[in-house]
């Protein structure tokens, strides 16, 4: 209708292209010229209208308007969700699957990086609940990562993401003393001596020492008996079991 100025069109849900409008003229010697919307996904209504301009052959003009509405998407899925260490997906990802273990290929520490791709532009993806400690084997809720995704329309869809990684492997001491002194550490060295500082010490020194993976590696004195006289010998147990043996001489100034 020529006498209507103004016009709303509905579009469908993931509409990201702007609809092409043509303008033909109700007199020959008018010209229509049309600038397109923007963008047809925008919050601002002058970015989704297309605004159709008629000059006739007087000069004078007449606008029409073409608002376009993109039906909000229901989209509350996740296109990828990447980890920032290598390992694996179980079961292997896609949109429609929730929920996940990641196995990492390395033990570590620290709590890798994740990165989130929504399937639909409109929608938005929030981790809301980080890994508390990624070596709590105990509890695994403290080892994943929630994230809830919020569809345009409202709709919402969570994900969880388990971290799973091999136990460590490291079976160093952290610290050695013998009677309070320090035994200075290399990590390619189990064996040490140990000489008293002073003429007076002729027994065993009271050996003391702690593991480098403090609370998940274990270690003893395993000193047979019949050599507490002439040495010292501590047993370090890994949280994979691996195990690494220290050997401390005493050499007496006698």
Same mark, same amino acid.
């Given at each position: ?11 469908? /849900? ?5 609809? !092409?409008? =043509? ?49 909000? %998407?229901?989209?509350?899925? =996740? ?6 260490? %290598?390992?694996?997906?179980?079961? %292997? ?23 989130? !791709?929504?399937?639909?532009? &409109? ?6 609940? #980080? ?6 084997? &105990? ?10 995704? !919020?569809?345009?329309?409202? %709709? ?16 160093? =001491? ?5 009677? /309070? #002194?320090?035994?200075? =550490? ?6 040490? !001596? ?30 047979? #008996? ?14 994979? &079991? ?6 401390? #001489? ?5």
């Amino acid at each position: 209708n020529s006498n209507i100025e103004e016009y709303t069109v509905a579009l469908v /849900s993931g509409t990201t292209v702007t609809p !092409t409008v =043509l303008a033909t003229e109700y007199d020959d010697y008018a010209n229509a010229g049309v600038t397109p919307a923007s963008d047809v996904r925008s919050l601002s209504a002058t970015s989704r209208t297309t605004i159709v301009v008629v000059t006739a052959e007087d000069g004078s003009t007449k606008n029409y308007s073409i608002e376009f509405n993109v039906a909000e %998407s229901a989209d509350a899925t =996740l296109s990828d969700i990447s980890i920032g260490a %290598s390992g694996s997906f179980s079961p %292997s990802f896609t949109p429609g699957t929730s929920d996940y273990v990641y196995t990492l290929d390395n033990f570590r520490s620290t709590v890798p990086s994740i990165s989130l !791709t929504e399937s639909d532009g &409109g929608a938005n993806a929030v981790i809301t609940q #980080n890994v508390l400690d990624i070596r709590n084997r &105990g509890d695994a809720a403290a080892r994943t990562f929630e994230i809830t995704v !919020t569809a345009e329309d409202g %709709s919402t869809e969570v994900y969880s993401v388990r971290l799973d990684m091999p136990a460590n492997d490291d079976a160093d =001491l952290g610290s050695l003393t013998a009677n /309070s #002194n320090s035994i200075s =550490l290399n990590p390619n060295d189990t064996s040490y !001596t140990y000489e008293p500082l002073s003429p007076t010490e002729t027994t065993p020194p009271a050996i003391t020492f702690e593991v480098s993976d403090d609370g998940y590696a274990t270690a003893e004195d395993v000193t047979d #008996n019949v050599d507490r006289d002439s040495k010292a010998v501590i047993e370090v147990t890994a949280e994979d &079991g691996t195990k690494k043996t220290y050997t401390v #001489n005493f050499i007496y100034n006698n």
